[in-house]
């Protein structure tokens, strides 16, 4: 069975401390994998799709990463605007187009 | 470039009563797929619509529930009749091909 598993599921940081986010996940045939981010009451905005092992995406203080079995999201100098729920979701190739989510990593940066 | 748009953005209603979410999708994407998280739960899917038509339904729970997208543009999610286990946040999405799908705000359902 498809599945994606998040940790930590909360993550305290300063101002400026540097820290990685995990998704991990079990898939037939990984199709994509996409992070997203969601502030409360709002949707999930997407970040990131990664299609293949080794590949890597940046935008701003953030950097996605991805092997066979994981993902990884780099936040580099957080800033308190980066506090967020950020959501990874795998695609697979199992002839349906649905994404599996994780359970999330809620992320509060502290001034 | 409008995003997606769900309405209304809250709804509260009693057991047994009817419901009915809609969903607009970013112009010109031919891909909506409807989504729902219980409380303390993931996001989970329900179903994908390729235009008009049904593409895959596996994850409605129960013939409660009836997607419509008639002419391939907005969507309707009704509810009838809504139970209790029914509450939760339901979220519209959609996709120009089948990769990244983008995300509307929701619609928070409360069944008392």
């Known amino acids: 069975e498809d599945q994606v598993t998040q940790s930590p599921e909360a993550l305290r940081l300063q101002e400026g401390e540097s820290s990685s986010l995990n998704c991990s996940y079990t898939?037939?045939?990984?199709?994509?994998l996409f992070w997203y981010r969601q502030d409360p009451g709002k949707g999930p905005e997407f970040l990131f799709t990664?299609?293949?092992a080794g590949e890597e995406k940046e935008k701003e203080r953030l950097k996605a990463t991805l092997t066979k079995k994981e993902s990884f999201l780099h936040i580099t100098a957080p800033k308190p605007e980066d506090s967020a729920t950020y959501l990874c979701?795998?695609?697979?190739?199992?002839?349906?187009?649905?994404?599996?989510f994780g359970t999330g990593t809620r992320l509060k940066v502290l001034a | 470039e409008a995003g997606v748009t769900q309405f209304p953005s809250h709804s509260v209603i009693e057991k047994g009563q009817t419901v009915t979410l809609r969903c607009d999708p970013i112009?010109?994407?031919?891909?909506l797929y409807w989504y729902r998280r219980v409380m303390g739960k993931e996001i989970k899917f329900l179903l994908h619509?390729?235009?008009?038509?049904?593409?895959?339904e596996s994850g409605m729970p129960n013939n409660r529930f009836l997607a419509e997208r008639t002419g391939g543009t907005y969507s309707t999610l009704k509810v009838q009749p809504a139970e209790l286990e029914d509450s939760g946040v339901y979220f519209c999405?959609?996709?120009?091909?089948?990769?990244?799908?983008?995300f509307g705000p929701g619609t928070r359902l409360t069944v008392l």
């Open positions: 999405a959609s996709s120009l091909g089948l990769s990244t799908q983008y």
């Open positions: 979701a795998v695609q697979g190739t199992s002839g349906t187009y649905k994404y599996i």
């Open positions: 112009s010109g994407h031919d891909n």
């Open positions: 990664l299609y293949s």
């Open positions: 898939v037939s045939g990984l199709r994509g």
């Open positions: 619509f390729v235009k008009e038509s049904k593409q895959d």
